[in-house]
């Protein structure tokens, strides 16, 4: 239990298989590729071997190359078959790995002779681009003719660069206070200029210096969005306020808009993951992180530009993480034992969107979100529902909530509990919904003979009527400790939620009510349950309704009102009546409903012989005769009917006499 405790006090983790690589030391150099996600040991120089680690097998490569000097930086081509290597500030080399790896190298000078390579990046599988302090050159990469081609050249003086590869998104900045940022965005062969803006600083120094630093500036996709995120670090001495996050939201026409900031009550070193569409801001000092949620209401306050927003929870330490190392060799192999990592380590570097590595350690690790222990941290159960749905692989957590909210001793009220419905079946709804214009769009797309259309992809989860049924409805009417009222009262509150939705509700949910009702004796509430439509009409509550008539007979005669307003069960409520004997009732019924010329009368035949009361057989067979006179002129059965037995029983119980006259 302690250790489960122990567990319950953390929301984020490190992955539990971390990407080993060798440690930075004299002979050994580490460098992390943000495209590919790869992390490359290169041992002297790459003469003694270059090891790279990425998320996979495809991604992980062993080889060497020439050392010509140190490596500033090096990186695959997203498909893995050109390496760029940066070793000097005014050219770049390119080696093509075939198959054999071809070791002659092939370079690319930056253009100018005063200007230097700040860094490069990867924009698409041949196309590379050149930050350098005068600007941006793009080119395209021909590994045939191990050769470069320039598609395009910025002229802008450059401090330090940013780039998302998710968005193929390059920021620049520029001027002497370094706030002015330039977005770039790398589409099929071109490269568009976005509008420049400005990130206001909190104090600008006197002479003016470079303010704004690389370290305190990264870009993320948030919700679907691209955000600049900007650390503002408050001017030191009493009286002042403590760090905040800024983030820019991109636009495409106008300068990126200042659109949130973060408070974060500390101050001191900080670094920013993306996890799971959450800033997570780590603070170096405390050892402890904060999670912020943009879509989140609730800790906001807005001016009208810009909402602020405070950390959905307490600050709190990422789980503690143990490191198994090979120690000292022994008779039985290597011993194996574990280390605990010192967390929020200074040798620590991260990387978007979730990404921390320790290169001393020679560890590589995403950060990931720990969603079970939210559930007791966020006592608010609408507030803790708000920010589940918002989060990826959640269903089960959220299943477990509702579970729990309706079981004894941690039951919430019904407001609240019917509010937790409403959240959960606005999602369902926009779902359904998404896949009624996507079945649309199927549709005509096929009738056109063009490409089947892309299915939307869900951010949200979605739980439908068969999850809340199955994993906690089903499961709460059988708990004995609760009281059938309260039992009632949720089950209908959940049905008054769907229809609010306009969504059709499932009859078993209907059954899991009438059955509840049923089993207490509460049939005068099932009753008005059904007269008021608080049950929707259906074939199957019909059905159940008719099953019930043992226990209340009236239950009989709500479903024959039912079936008859349904109008299309005219067939199913003549085979119920038949089944119970009650031709009478049938017969009265067809006539009702004006569908007496069309009935089967073997059926009626059939059934009143199976009940050995000739009287009863009589007035059936004296009907059908009539019918017959009134449709025919004749009252004998026609050939097809196959009515021969019938007749035959009842001439022989009555006699020939009793049939009705042949008119000449």
């Known amino acids: 239990a302690t250790s489960k405790m122990a567990n319950d006090s953390f929301y984020l ?3 539990r298989s971390p990407i080993r690589f060798d440690p930075v030391s004299n002979v050994n150099n580490v460098f992390f590729d943000e495209n590919n996600k790869q992390v490359f040991a290169v041992r002297s120089g790459g003469a003694t071997g270059v090891v790279v680690k990425g998320p996979d097998a495809k991604t992980s490569i062993n080889f060497r190359m020439e050392d010509k000097g140190s490596v500033i930086s090096i990186k695959f081509s997203y498909d893995l078959k050109i390496l760029a290597i940066q070793r000097c500030y005014k050219t770049v080399e390119f080696m093509n790995f075939g198959q054999p790896i071809d070791p002659v190298e092939y370079s690319q000078s930056c253009k100018g002779k005063t200007t230097k390579i700040i860094g490069f990046n990867w924009v698409a599988i041949n196309e590379v681009v050149f930050i350098t302090d005068h600007g941006l050159e793009y080119y395209q990469v021909i590994p045939e003719k191990k050769t470069l081609k320039s598609i395009k050249t910025y002229n802008v003086s450059v401090n330090w660069f940013v780039y998302l590869p998710e968005s193929a998104l390059l920021l620049l900045s520029s001027s002497t206070l370094g706030n002015v940022l330039h977005p770039y965005l790398f589409r099929a062969g071109q490269v568009f200029k976005l509008p420049k803006f400005e990130v206001d600083l909190p104090v600008v120094p006197k002479p003016p210096k470079l303010c704004l630093l690389e370290r305190d500036v990264t870009m993320a996709q948030i919700y679907g969005q691209v955000y600049i995120i900007v650390l503002r670090h408050q001017p030191r001495g009493p009286g002042h306020a403590s760090a905040e996050v800024v983030l820019y939201q991109l636009q495409k026409e106008s300068p990126a808009r200042k659109t949130n900031v973060l ?3 500390m101050s001191g070193r900080f670094a920013v993951n993306i996890v799971d569409n959450l800033i997570v801001v780590h603070h170096q000092a405390s050892k402890t992180s904060m999670i912020f949620d943009i879509r989140l209401a609730g800790e906001t306050e807005s001016d009208g530009y810009v909402t602020y927003h405070h950390p959905v929870l307490s600050p709190l330490p990422i789980k503690p993480f143990k490191l198994r190392v090979t120690g000292v060799p022994t008779v039985a192999g290597p011993e194996v034992k574990e280390i605990n990592c010192e967390l929020y380590s200074p040798n620590w570097i991260v990387f978007q969107p979730s990404i921390i590595i320790d290169a001393k350690l ?4 995403n950060v990931c979100l720990k969603l079970e222990p939210l559930v007791t941290m966020i006592p608010d159960k609408c507030r803790l529902m708000d920010f589940l749905l918002l989060r990826r692989d959640c269903k089960m957590v959220i299943l477990s909530v509702c579970k729990q909210m309706l079981t004894p001793g941690r039951q919430c ?12 079946n606005k999602v369902y709804r926009s779902y359904l919904e998404e896949e009624a214009s996507y079945a649309q769009a199927v549709e005509t797309a096929q009738a056109r003979g063009t490409g089947t259309p892309k299915r939307p992809q869900r ?4 739980i439908d009527q068969s999850d809340m049924y199955t994993h906690v409805l089903s499961i709460f009417v059988d708990n004995k400790e609760i009281k059938y009222k309260f039992m009632v009262a949720v089950l209908v509150e959940y049905i008054r939620s769907l229809s609010q939705f306009q969504i ?3 009859h ?7 059955n509840t009702l049923v089993q207490n004796n509460c049939f005068y509430q099932l009753h008005q349950f059904l007269q008021y439509h608080v049950l929707s009409d259906s074939k199957p509550i019909a059905c159940l309704m008719l099953s019930l008539e043992s226990v209340y007979p009236p239950a009989h005669q709500l479903a024959l009102d039912m ?3 349904l109008s299309t069960a005219n067939e199913e409520i003549i085979e119920v009546l038949l089944s119970k004997h009650q031709l009478l009732t049938a017969l009265r019924f067809i006539r009702s409903v004006g569908i007496v010329d069309t009935v089967s009368a073997r059926k009626f035949l059939e059934a009143a012989h199976a009940t050995d009361d000739n009287m009863l057989f009589y007035t059936v067979f004296k009907f059908f005769e009539q019918r017959n006179l009134r449709l025919r002129g004749n009252p004998r059965f026609a050939p097809g009917e196959h009515c021969e037995q019938y007749i035959s029983q009842f001439v022989m119980i009555f006699g020939e006499d009793a049939l009705t006259p042949v008119l000449q």
Do not use: H, M
């Open 263 to 265: 408070r974060l009550d």
């Open 413 to 424: 009220n019904l407001p609240t509990i019917a509010s937790i419905f409403d959240k959960l």
């Open 362 to 365: 020679g560890c590589l690790w």
């Open 504 to 506: 059709p509700v499932q």
């Open 563 to 565: 079936l008859k307003r």
């Open 508 to 514: 078993y949910l209907y059954e899991l009510v009438i």
């Open 13 to 15: 983790e490190l992955s």
């Open 459 to 462: 951010s949200q989860a979605v």
